[in-house]
């Protein structure tokens, strides 16, 4: 059996609960079979002309290449920043199991 293509998505928001909402709300919704919230960190970015620096937490989703679109589109919904980091990475080995487990999750 062919593996599902596979990505790991990441976001970051500005609480814990609005990460937990997040990733809550992603894996309810089975666009994300799982979601690892770590936090916080410290940013660094350039945003509206200013260096600025903010702790966020960090969420990094699980998902296949086929729920991508649609975890897109959740994030860009329920996020509450204007302009979301949404960036996926593509899972290039791991797991046969978990990899299985991951797609079955995310089936619509």
């Not at 329920?78 to 290039?92: F, L, M, Q, R, S």
């Amino acid at each position: 059996m062919e593996m599902p293509a596979c990505l790991a998505v990441l976001t970051t928001t500005d609480t814990a609960d609005g990460a937990e909402v997040l990733a809550r709300g992603a894996v309810a919704a089975r666009v994300a079979a799982c979601a690892q919230i770590s936090g916080p960190v410290t940013s660094v970015y350039r945003w509206e002309g200013a260096v600025r620096t903010a702790s966020e937490w960090r969420i990094q989703f699980k998902t296949t290449e086929a729920r991508y679109p649609a975890l897109q589109a959740y994030l860009l919904d329920a996020h509450g920043y204007d302009t979301p980091e949404i960036i996926a990475t593509p899972i290039v080995a791991g797991s046969p199991d978990y990899l299985r487990w991951l797609d079955e999750e995310t089936a619509s």
